[in-house]
């Protein structure tokens, strides 16, 4: 089944009617590069992460679930033993809650000896003579509540002692961050000490024409709530792209998440604050790749966007065109090295190369003409079946046969 475009979805259209006819382009833009994560993607991504660790870093491991920590407030109570308090007094769990159950599946899945602490109290770390502490969250924008919670973590004079005498070593562990974000955890923790599943798509890293990035600014800034202390690209600036099943993160645009406009009382939120409303839940389980293609097919069906009339194209021929015109763009050069990036079969390619003949985006050669470069230009962010791919090792030692001079 294809994916849905949240800009189909009743709350997509409730949030777009938000702007003026023709902004909306532009909000639908916005609001279709979202990235959805659900809790299957979450669970088993950070769990492959972990295990990955558990390979590389000093056993036994102490897995923390990152919290809200404020500026002075330290993760232990006093005493040697400490346990830590795990849910912040005055608030429901956030996050860290989630985190904390699928830590604890990847504590009970390994088997003895067990690499990972059952819980990272003082004495358990103590007793195990813990050599590493990874802090593991969903989420880092700014990179500020994770390096927060490592100076709590090491305000208790017993993990400052571990750490004086070398006896400690800190990592991260993170689903997703930001380059902003990566940037300033490596800072904080080391290059080599900060684990990510992917970095984050933001405004700044999508790859649109930089009238579209400009257009995007222009909204954020102007929907904006005045009554806001949030900045137009979301906490920090950060302008993030990503929303998880549990949790839309204030690093979101703040159009998409705040939840009314002052003076504006017919405004209809997406998000409610960092809330996911119950009725788009079901577009979290579907695949990101699949919708990031969808919405590349639409906008070069819009005349505005490309330099030929798509939208008198059948579906499947617009679909299979796009996808030979990124693979000729990287240099595919046979229609059965096509086939092979594209995942089509063949005589899909030959129709889909012809027709692209027809319209003077390629030649004969597979050679992207000068109009053929301006239409790609229109979707550089969709993927092949190829981008899929995984390197095989071979424990065959290499010998080289011939010897190139370097240049």
Known sequence: MTAMLLSDTQRGRNWLSNFREDERATATLLLDALELVG???????????????????????????????????????????????????????????????????????ETWPKPFLGSPSLRNMRAAKCHTIVLVDDFSGSGHRITRFLRGLRKHKTLQSWVSYGLIEFHVAV?????????????????DKVHIHKVCPTIANRKWDPADVESVKRLCRTYLSDRLISPSFGYDSTGSLLAFSHCAPNNLPTILWQEFRYGHPSWFPFFMDKGVPLDIHAQFGQDNDERKQASALRRLRQPAHAAILWSQLPSND?????????????????????????????????????????????????????RGRRELGQFRTVRLAADNFQLNGSSIPYYPQKLRAGR
Do not use: W
């Open 39 to 109: 809790q299957d993607e979450l669970r088993i991504a950070l769990t492959e992460l972990i295990q990955t660790l558990r390979d590389e870093l000093a056993t036994p491991i102490a897995l923390v679930p990152v919290r809200e920590l404020d500026y002075d407030q330290g993760y232990y109570p006093n005493g040697r033993d400490a346990k830590p308090r795990l849910l912040p007094t005055a608030s429901f769990p956030g996050s860290e809650a989630i985190i904390a159950n699928i830590l604890t599946g990847a504590h009970r899945a």
């Open 318 to 370: 617009a679909r299979d065109m796009m996808l030979v015109l990124t693979a000729v763009g990287r240099r595919a050069r046979s229609r059965e090295l096509v086939a092979e990036l594209t995942g089509l079969a063949l005589p899909e390619v030959r129709r889909a190369a012809n027709l692209c003949q027809s319209f003077e985006l390629i030649d004969q050669r597979l050679h992207l003409t000068d």
């Open 175 to 191: 689903y997703s961050a930001t380059p902003r974000a990566l940037r300033r955890l490596e800072i904080v923790f080391g290059p």
